[in-house]
Nanobody, 127 residues
Framework: QVQLQESGGGLVQPGGSLRLSCAAS????????MAWFRQAPGKEREGVAS???????MYADAVKGRFTISHDNAQKTLYLQMNSLEPDDTAIYYC?????????????????????RGQGTQVTVSS
């Protein structure tokens, strides 16, 4: 079992930056697929970015060039650096993780079958 805890959300003005963190605890792991999702009020959940233990990353078109996903293997922490934030980025952001081989190999923010998910952190972009 693995527990995920997000932090780093808050209120930021358009054009600003935030860095989200997701600390993983529990059973040790080496191979992984981790991702960030977001859900805005009245909208469906949207995959934002993913990364696997080979360093392969994927991004949703809406965030390419603005967001960067990374994972600190020593700290067992997933990050999402968000720059040039826009009001449409306002949402609850969740991290997710899975360690099954088929998920690691086919890692993508579009997957809907992540085994573990955090409680979320609110990001609000407003002037």
């Amino acid at each position: 079992q693995v527990q995920l805890q997000e932090s780093g959300g808050g209120l930021v003005q358009p054009g600003g930056s935030l860095r989200l963190s997701c600390a993983a605890s529990g059973d040790p792991y080496s191979a992984y697929c981790m991702a960030w999702f977001r859900q805005a009020p009245g909208k469906e959940r949207e995959g934002v970015a993913s990364i696997n233990s080979d360093g392969f990353t994927m991004y949703a078109d809406a965030v390419k060039g603005r967001f960067t996903i990374s994972h600190d293997n020593a700290q067992k922490t997933l990050y999402l650096q968000m720059n040039s934030l826009e009001p449409d980025d306002t949402a609850i952001y969740y991290c997710a993780a899975d360690f099954r081989l088929h998920v690691v190999v086919g890692c993508s923010e579009r997957r809907r079958d992540f085994r573990y998910r955090g409680q979320g952190t609110q990001v609000t972009v407003s002037s």
